[in-house]
């Protein structure tokens, strides 16, 4: 029988970490079932309780910023489908909206009500792989494929409209390329009807379930002055009692024509973040029904020139991503190149709030903060 | 019947709840696994999967006219689109035609950029080969179109 | 030993009372190897039930529907390269797991299938159970200590301590099981008690509720319900089962005790668990749910009734294999599906054949006892498998908190109280002579 060896002399640490006789020092390291992607974290233990967390990011960095730099505009589209793969067409509208505002047009307005309708399409199926993830980790394996499975009806219509179901590339700077399909709106409806349901299921489960309160209520509270601190946005400060959604504040498409309401959390603990996210799924669907139902006929395409060659100048346009907002920097220098793609990722600086959430909790809770962030990696790290 | 809340939790309804909903999904009619490869799903007429080179039905004559915008659209560049002038008619003449799957995003800038019918994203989805060689196809290749496979086992 | 053999065939004692050696060896063998065929099946059972819950098929690619699933993945534990970390203690480690299971199948001797279907019935059978399955958590810190690491010691540490903590409240549970079976009145309300008669025998437990014409779970509604409830929990946090599985979560940082196992070693393990689920199911179903007991015996008495319910198993049997022979027919025609085809068709007819083999009288009157109690088991696996489906899993200390602040409260009240209300004659007539 062999014996291996591994020289772990070179497994060191920055120098942070000292291996105290009361601190032990735990990796979580990027291959791990529960960190949704590859994420690195190093925890200081005392016993079952966490003094301190450091995340190490960057395992899945792909240099996106600095391919948008010898991109044109429109073949820089796609890339961005791919940070946030959980939720592209909300990727690709920020970005789209970024680029007509630096070239100075406005999408037409069916072309807004379509996007409208896709980008909260794409937010409950966000939710849903939140939900299903999130449940697993915390040991309930269901809820995974129940959710899987309706984000599936999703994912038809995706591919019914714009060819694919996760990179979806669904929008042009301008508008919309695609027409919507025979019989999109009747399946858009019949989709709304056939998920409601399905969500109270997912209640049904977890809500009052007493197992999931107790590992929920009172985990990892972040209050709304150390939420605005850290720049954190979306359900994570809006469970933090903080209202504050960019649909609302700073109304982009067509928002501001629907009637809906932006779910609020008292504590700011994990429970209250699940709760905000299933109701935000509700009013997404709120928002679909008005949308098809007012959706205008008309151009799809504003006259946008077939070399985008915006004007010199900078522009930082964010939207409600379904993880939080979601920013674009754009810097013109007046070719049909960008100078300087920067996006301001939700999960990223989401991220940093791990460490406060995390403090004096036990080891199993970390995985549960980990989930209730809705941090993906491919957006942490670009 | 809203009981106290002391009476829910002690009867465990809650838990009860949540076991109803797990054992009305067996019945086999809510069984949603498409079993693959005797299954194969529904693609949409719109999926962006393995181009096509179009060729004219009567003529035999491919559809393409060297005009190189799919090559100039593609983020990755990996399209090279090869010709010659005709004398003749003065036009371009596609000679040779090569698409990198490999590093193909499946975007559909070409689809989208080609002047005529020609480059045209099919409904195939099985791509995978034993060789990296297989993935960059050829003028042939792409005019043949999609060869799906057949499972025997 | 002909003698031997055809002497037993007509008593009504278990072989090891009746001191027949052969029939004792013949019994330990089926019930053995019936455990172990049994644990694999229950491996496909859980794959499949498991995948249903969760919308999905489960295994269908290795045989037909996936049968032979199991035996795939054992051939693949066997041939798993045995690996021993570096500076484990090589006795210990090796001993672990044959520990675990020693233990798992010796509380299987005292089970009892039927009226005289076990393999021996002692005196104190219940209390020898609990014992040898208390023996068992010492397994799991050999395993834990012997691997040299600190994960799987932390494991094996949460393991044992959760396992004895709830076998503080299933023995209380238990214990109220046992002073129900002192009661002398009948039915569900019946109380009196004669001293001295209460048992620990599991063949007698069974025995007095059919005299007492009532499950012990339905005994002094809600009290027998709640013990029974009280035992439900607690065996499943005995067995490390979800939602009581953290210590072998596998999203969790600790992976458990057997985390330097694998291959055949971690096939015992997994092995004695199964068979763990096993005796603490037949451990509920004999206290609690009547043994061997067919449904209503009171309700539906008579002989006519009881000539009708022991169709019941090969009429079970017969739609069991109906089901198979209809999913193998309608398989999609395939040509890489006829071998699968013929395979279920050929298991379809073989279980009809058993089917009919349980309609022969002599066979029929033999076999009800140990299909009600099977069916009885069975039921109690499902319900594990449907609780691993819809359920979350506790934290460590919620689980330690649920264990010692509120089921060995509720075990101690129930206790006191059933104890109380059996000597409700007793109590009255002794209030009523201090009053006289």
């Keep these: 029988m062999t014996t291996n060896r591994v020289n772990t002399d070179d497994w060191g640490d920055r120098g942070t970490t000292v291996l105290d006789a009361n601190e032990l020092v735990l990796n979580m390291g990027p291959q791990h079932p529960s960190t949704h992607g590859v994420l690195r974290v190093i925890l200081k233990l005392d016993g079952e309780k966490i003094n301190g967390t450091e995340c190490v990011i960057g395992y899945l960095h ?221 009013q997404s669907l709120r928002i679909i029904r008005q949308a098809v139902e007012g959706l205008p006929e008309g151009p799809i ?80 790290d670009r | 019947m809203t009981l106290p809340k002391i009476a829910r939790k002690f009867l465990l309804l809650d838990l009860l709840k949540g076991l109803s909903v797990t054992f009305r999904y067996q019945a086999p009619k809510e069984i949603y696994t498409e079993q693959y490869p005797l299954e194969r799903p529904e693609i949409a007429e719109r999926y962006r999967g393995l181009p096509r080179l179009n060729v004219n039905p009567e003529t035999g004559e491919t559809l393409c006219i060297a005009c190189d915008l799919c090559a100039k659209a593609c983020p990755e560049h990996l399209i090279v689109v090869e010709s010659e002038r005709d004398p003749a008619t003065k036009r371009k003449v596609l000679t040779n035609y090569t698409y990198d799957v490999s590093r193909c995003m499946f975007c559909g800038l070409c689809e989208e950029a080609c002047s005529t019918d020609a480059l045209e994203l099919t409904q195939d989805y099985e791509i995978a080969q034993f060789e990296r060689e297989g993935l960059v196809l050829d003028r042939a290749r792409l005019e043949r179109g999609p060869e799906p496979t057949v499972y025997t086992r | 030993m002909l003698n031997q053999l055809t002497s037993y065939l007509n008593s009504n004692q278990t072989p090891g009372q009746a001191g027949n050696m052969l029939w004792v060896l013949i019994y330990i063998l089926v019930v053995f190897g019936g455990v172990s065929l049994f644990v694999m099946v229950m491996n496909w059972v859980e794959r499949k039930a498991l995948a249903h819950f969760q919308i999905r098929l489960g295994p269908m690619r290795v045989g037909p529907h996936g049968l032979l699933q199991p035996i795939a993945d054992a051939l693949k534990l066997f041939t798993k390269e045995d690996v021993m970390p570096e500076g484990a203690d090589k006795a210990i480690f090796w001993s672990a797991p044959v520990w675990v299971v020693l233990t798992g199948f010796t509380t299987l001797i005292v089970v009892p299938f039927g009226m005289t279907h076990a393999v021996t019935d002692m005196n104190i059978g219940i209390l020898y159970m609990l014992g040898i399955s208390s023996l068992g958590v010492l397994g799991i810190i ?82 027998g319900f709640m013990a029974f409830g009280i035992f439900a929990v607690a065996m499943v946090a005995e067995t490390n089962r979800a939602p009581f599985d953290l210590p072998e979560a596998e999203s969790e940082l600790v992976a458990g005790f057997h985390t330097e196992y694998s291959g055949l070693r971690w096939s015992l393990f997994m092995l004695a668990e199964y068979a763990g689920m096993v005796a603490v199911s037949s451990i509920a179903t004999t206290l609690w749910l009547g043994g061997w007991l067919r449904p209503f015996p009171n309700l539906l008495p008579g002989s006519t009734w009881d000539l009708a319910f022991s169709f019941v198993p090969g009429l079970t049997i017969l739609f069991v294999a109906a089901v198979t022979i209809r999913q193998a027919l309608k398989m999609p025609q395939h040509p890489a599906l006829r071998a699968n085809k013929i395979g279920m068709l050929g298991l379809g007819l073989f279980i009809a054949f058993l089917g009919l083999v349980l309609f022969i009288p002599g066979v029929r009157v033999r076999v009800g006892d140990i299909f009600w109690f099977c069916l009885k088991v069975g039921f109690f696996i499902y319900l594990y498998i449907w609780y691993r489906a819809t359920f979350p899993r506790y934290r460590f200390d919620q689980l330690m908190k649920v264990g010692w602040k509120v089921l060995l409260p509720l075990a101690l009240g129930v206790l006191i109280v059933t104890g109380v209300v059996g000597l409700t004659p007793e109590l009255t007539a002794w209030v009523k002579g201090l009053f006289a």
């Design chain 3, 142 to 223: 050999m395993a834990g200590w012997s691997s040299n690491s600190h994960y799987p010691l932390l494991g094996s540490l949460r393991s044992s301590a959760q396992m004895v903590s709830y076998e503080v409240a299933m023995g209380l549970a238990i214990v109220s099981a046992i002073v129900m079976t002192s009661f002398t009145g009948l039915g569900m309300y019946g109380a009196g008690t004669t001293p001295g008669v209460g048992t620990l025998s599991m063949i007698e437990i069974v025995k007095a509720q059919q005299a007492q014409h009532v499950w012990f779970v339905f005994k002094f509604f809600p009290l």
């Design chain 1, 62 to 282: 792909r240099g996106v910023e600095k391919i948008g730099e010898n991109r044109t505009y429109t073949q820089f589209a796609p890339y961005t489908d791919r940070m946030d793969y959980v939720a592209a067409v909300s990727n690709g509208m920020g970005y789209c909206e970024a680029v007509e505002k630096l070239l100075n047009v406005e999408a037409p307005p069916r072309a807004q009500y379509i996007r409208v309708i896709m980008a909260e399409l794409q937010r409950i199926a966000s939710h849903q792989v939140w939900l299903g993830t999130h449940a697993l980790d915390i040991g309930a394996m269901t809820p995974l494929f129940y959710t899987f499975r309706d984000r599936e009806e999703i994912l038809k219509i995706f591919e019914k409209y714009c060819g694919a179901r996760l990179t979806t590339h669904a929008f042009r700077i301008g508008g919309c390329q695609y027409e919507t399909y025979e019989g999109f709106e009747k399946e858009v409806l019949k989709f709304c009807d056939f998920v409601e349901p399905k969500i109270g299921e997912y209640e049904a489960l977890l809500t009052t379930n007493r197992i999931w309160v107790e590992r929920t209520k009172g985990i990892g509270i972040l209050n709304g002055a150390d939420c605005k601190a850290l720049g954190v946005t979306g359900p994570v400060l809006r469970a933090s009692g903080v209202k504050w959604d960019l649909r609302k504040a700073q109304p982009y498409e067509a928002y501001a024509k629907f009637d809906f309401e932006i779910p609020v959390g008292d504590h700011g603990d994990t429970y209250d973040r699940y709760l905000v996210r299933i109701r935000e799924m509700y």
């Design chain 1, 301 to 380: 395409m504003a006259k946008v020139p077939k070399i985008i060659k915006p004007p010199v100048g900078e522009i930082y346009h964010s939207i409600e991503a379904p993880k939080g907002e979601l920013g674009y920097f754009l810097v013109s220098d007046g070719s049909t190149q960008p100078y300087r793609t920067r996006i301001r990722p939700p999960s990223f600086v989401n991220l940093q709030a791990l460490d406060k959430m995390v403090r004096g909790m036990l080891m199993a809770d970390v995985v549960a903060v980990i989930g209730t962030l809705d941090i993906v990696l491919g957006e942490v």
